[in-house]
């Protein structure tokens, strides 16, 4: 059963550092997602992401992060300069289309930690 | 906007049902579903309900669906050990882009 993926599993950075959280949706899916949980809180929406470009961003998503999809498989979320606010779970999610008719399939998630 | 919310625990016997509740503001969404996740593990979608259902049973699960009053409940039957996790109820939210809303998550702890 195709399933969307993430890598790392587990990141640590120190605060100030770049990090890029890499996801790899279901091949034929064209909408992708990124969100977003702080331990022991809701799981929050990022940004959606169709045809190249950001469809949407939450309040969350500021200048220091920003997605893309280099290639014909990868889709990634980049955090310029982490805080220790950054801590999270990170889940991408991908949908054949968007709309109510169709599932958002999530990943396993990221949990970056930032010291 | 759109507000999801849950109660936050809920502690059961091994072998009882337990009932999980959500409630909802947006009225506009036509599936309403239900994640899992497990300790350190992502979101695994255990079950949905369309909006035109009342009720929805998927073997031990059932999906209870109160249009009227905004209101989305689960229920295990014969609950196991195996089902402590964090139960999450998600709305899909149509304005802007089509992205999920979740609730705060209950957390379901079976005791033995």
């Known amino acids: 059963e195709p399933e969307v993926t993430q890598t790392p599993s587990h990141q640590v950075t120190q605060m100030g550092q770049e990090v890029i959280l890499r996801c790899v949706p279901i091949?034929?899916?064209?909408?992708f997602y990124w969100y977003r949980q702080i331990l022991g809180q809701k799981v929050e929406f990022l940004v959606s992401?169709?045809?190249?470009?950001?469809?949407?961003k939450s309040e969350i998503f500021d200048d220091q992060f920003s997605v893309e999809r280099p290639d014909g498989s990868n889709f990634t979320l980049k955090i310029r300069s982490t805080k220790l606010e950054d801590s999270a779970m990170y889940f991408c999610?991908?949908?054949?289309?968007?709309?109510?008719?169709?599932?958002?399939?999530f990943g396993p998630g990221t949990r970056l930690t930032v010291l | 906007g759109e507000d999801v919310e849950q109660s936050l625990f809920l502690s059961v016997r091994e072998g009882d049902s337990s009932v999980i509740n959500c409630t909802y503001t947006?009225?506009?969404?036509?599936?309403l579903y239900w994640y899992k996740q497990e300790p350190g593990a992502g979101l695994q979608l255990l079950t949905y309900?369309?909006?035109?259902?009342d009720m929805k049973q998927d073997q031990r699960l059932t999906v209870l669906l109160n249009k009227k009053d905004k209101h989305l409940s689960l229920r295990i039957a014969d609950t196991q050990t195996g089902d402590s996790a964090i139960y999450f109820c998600?709305?899909?939210?149509?304005?802007?882009?089509?992205?999920?809303?979740f609730g705060t998550g209950t957390r379901l702890k079976v005791l033995a």
């Open positions: 999610a991908s949908s054949a289309v968007a709309g109510p008719y169709n599932e958002q399939f």
């Open positions: 091949s034929n899916h064209l909408y």
């Open positions: 992401f169709y045809n190249n470009e950001i469809s949407e």
């Open positions: 947006d009225s506009s969404s036509t599936y």
């Open positions: 309900i369309f909006s035109n259902m």
């Open positions: 998600a709305v899909p939210y149509t304005s802007g882009t089509y992205k999920y809303i």
